[in-house]
């Protein structure tokens, strides 16, 4: 009959034992090819994100890294495969500004965005612009604030669809302001510009990639940018903090996560490899033709980001009396 003494014995070998044959797998890893969940269909800029880091990790991981579409359910069917994946360090998804603005606009979601997902690194980000028609009389976000409150109801606000990441800028703006504006959802970005181009519409949070031709070309007034700091593709543009609207940022980014429970070994190695390819000028050349600022961080930086955002369109939607329910 075994004694106590012979079962703890016979435990802690387990116990090592366990972690003897985890440490191997994770000093293995990776062995085999690692999968890049995409919430989006191919062709479009998140897509392209994740393909220029895939060619790059490739090679530093010394396995193919599969780049895998699952379109669908504003992102989350995408979203959900990879937070149901197995945390072994092969699966992780790309998430892009819905990942935190969905649990905002649904009661239920098919999966917890905290607690199911581990962070990797902040990837990229995509400053928007706020830009008005120039025949508006206009030329600052005070006059235009001015302007509203001297109109109350009576200017348009374009978004590129209900929910999207231009309507919560503009809801933002709003309840920052204290103004009331009228919103006219379009059925996508070049829709909505067309409109402030046309003078259809009076105000709209623009990406600065789709709108700074226009900028240049004056025919679309740029007031500010939606960022900490001005954007180096538009350093005349003040940001909204400049124009007198502290800590208001809307960033529409891209991150990496993997499953929850993936050894922090294996995130930490896939983040390095990720540091290093964003550092690579070529990198960050593609990602500056489509608008798209280089950016980087820890997990546990691209974590603070992810809570914080979460918090911020939480009280924006609610605000707004908003549901995708």
């Known amino acids: ?38 919430p989006t269909a191919p062709g479009g800029p998140t897509d392209l994100v994740a393909r220029v880091l895939a060619e790059r990790l490739a090679p530093a991981l010394g396995q193919s890294v599969i780049v895998d579409n699952r ?18 360090g092969y699966t992780y998804g790309l998430v892009t500004t819905p990942h935190v603005i969905n649990p905002a606009l649904r009661k239920k979601m098919p999966y917890d965005t905290q607690q199911d997902l ?40 374009a978004s590129a669809g209900t929910a999207t990441g231009p309507h919560l800028a503009g809801e933002l703006f709003k309840s920052s302001a204290g103004i009331s504006l009228v919103h006219v959802p379009y059925k996508g970005g070049p829709q909505a510009t067309a409109a402030i181009l046309t003078g259809e519409a009076t105000l709209y949070f623009d990406s600065l ?3 700074l031709p226009h900028i240049k070309a004056g025919k679309l007034r740029a007031l500010a940018v939606t960022l900490q700091t001005r954007a180096a593709a538009a350093p005349e543009v003040p940001t909204m903090v400049e124009s007198g609207f ?3 940022e809307v960033n529409i980014w891209n991150g990496m996560v993997a499953p929850a429970g993936t050894p922090k070994e294996i995130i930490a190695r896939m983040q390095a ?19 798209f600022e280089t950016v980087g961080s820890t997990p546990e930086q691209f974590g603070a980001v992810i809570d914080r955002d979460l918090a911020k369109w939480r009280k924006v939607v609610k605000d707004a009396g908003m549901s995708a329910d």
């Open 209 to 211: 990639s789709g709108a």
């Open 246 to 248: 502290p800590g208001f």
């Open 273 to 291: 490899e990720i540091a290093r390819a964003l550092a690579l000028p070529e990198v960050k050349s593609r990602f500056a033709a489509v608008g």
């Open 1 to 38: 009959m075994p004694t106590r003494n012979t079962s703890r014995l016979a435990a802690l070998f387990a116990a090592l034992a366990f972690g003897a044959a985890a440490w191997a797998q994770q000093a293995a890893w990776p062995s085999k090819p690692v999968r890049l969940i995409v």
């Open 71 to 88: 379109a669908g359910a504003g992102h989350m069917i995408g979203t959900e495969a990879a937070a149901r994946a197995a945390p072994d």
């Open 118 to 157: 581990a962070p990797v690194s902040w990837l990229t980000s995509l400053p928007l612009v706020l830009v008005v028609n120039p025949a508006l009389p206009a030329s600052t976000v005070q006059e235009l604030v001015a302007l509203a409150k001297a109109k109350p109801g009576q200017l348009n606000m």
